[in-house]
C-alpha cells in the first residue's frame, strides 16, 4: 500500500470544500510519485489543521484536491526561533532541514563579522523547510526570513523574546578558543530558571563570533549565554545539539 502524501496548502482547509495545488505539487504528484484522480492525499496547514482529501484534477499549471474529514486539529507549538550564521550551502539545507524536523518555529541567517558565506538562497531554504515539514508530520512551515547583519537583528529585538547565545568561547586571549575561564554555563543548568514563552536560539559562524561581538551579546539583559560542551563543535552540529537541550528543557518534547 502506498504511503499518505502530506501536502502543505496556504489556501484556507475546511471538510466538504476544495484547495488548490500548485504547478509544482501536481508535477510532483503526477509525473514524480505517479498518484492520478481519486488518489488520498492530506492537506494541512497549521490554521486550519491536517485533512483527509483526494485529487481531483491535475494539469500542467496547477490542480484541485476535494477535503473529507479533518484528521487533526491545530495545535500550539513551541514560538522558536532559529538565528544562524550561514556556512556552506550543503550544510545550510541540512540546518533549514533538521531544524524543521526539531520544531523551530522561523529561520533567520544572520551575517556576522566572521561569516564566511557570501549570500543566502532564502527561496531554497524554504523549499526544503516546507519539505521537511510534510515529511515530518507538524503542521506548520518555518518560514525563512532574508539574511540581515547581527547587528541590525539585534538593534530591532523585540522586547518578549528571551534568546539562547551559544558561545563557545573563553575571555583568555593567550589560549585557543579563549581557554576555560569565562565560558558560559551548560544549557541545561543555564536553563533551569527559565521560563517557557518566546524564545531564539543564536549559533555564530564556523570562526566563532568576535571580541566585539561576544562582549555585545554578553552586555544585552535578553541574553542567555550557554555552552554546548566541552567539545567545538561545527556550526551545523551546534544547531542540532542547541535546539534538541532547549526542546528538553523548555520545549514540547516534555510532554506525551
Not at 509544482?24 to 504528484?29: D, E, R, V
Request: with cysteine.
Amino acid at each position: 500500500m502506498a504511503s499518505l502524501i502530506r501536502l502543505h496548502v496556504d489556501a484556507p482547509l475546511a471538510a466538504g470544500g476544495a484547495a488548490p495545488l500548485s504547478g509544482a505539487q501536481a508535477h510532483y504528484l503526477q509525473h514524480v510519485m505517479r498518484r492520478k484522480e481519486g488518489d488520498p492525499l492530506a492537506l494541512f496547514n497549521a490554521r486550519d489543521g491536517e485533512f483527509d482529501a483526494s485529487i481531483e484534477n491535475l494539469t500542467k499549471k496547477g490542480g484541485a484536491a476535494r477535503l473529507g474529514a479533518q484528521r487533526r486539529a491545530p495545535v500550539s507549538e513551541p514560538d522558536l526561533w532559529l538565528l544562524f550564521a550561514p556556512v556552506k550551502r550543503d550544510a545550510v539545507d541540512l540546518i533549514a532541514q533538521k531544524a524543521t524536523e526539531l520544531g523551530v518555529a522561523r529561520l533567520s541567517p544572520v551575517m556576522t563579522e566572521r561569516t564566511v558565506a557570501a549570500r543566502v538562497n532564502e527561496d531554497r531554504l524554504q523549499s526544503i523547510a516546507t519539505e521537511a515539514a510534510e515529511q515530518c508530520g507538524r503542521l506548520s512551515v518555518p518560514p525563512v526570513d532574508a539574511a540581515r547583519k547581527l547587528t541590525q537583528v539585534l538593534a530591532d529585538w523585540p522586547k518578549d523574546r528571551a534568546l539562547m547565545y551559544c558561545d563557545e568561547a573563553g575571555d583568555d586571549p593567550n589560549e585557543e578558543w579563549g581557554g576555560r575561564e569565562g565560558r558560559a554555563r551548560p544549557v541545561l543548568e543555564a536553563l533551569t530558571s527559565k521560563s517557557e514563552g518566546p524564545w531564539a536560539i543564536l549559533i555564530g559562524p564556523e570562526g566563532g563570533f568576535s571580541p566585539e561581538e561576544r562582549a555585545r551579546l554578553r552586555a544585552l539583559d535578553f541574553v542567555t549565554p550557554v555552552t554546548l560542551g566541552p567539545r567545538i563543535l561545527r556550526a551545523d552540529t551546534a544547531v542540532f545539539a542547541a535546539i534538541t537541550l532547549w526542546q528538553a528543557a523548555l520545549g514540547d518534547w516534555r510532554k506525551a
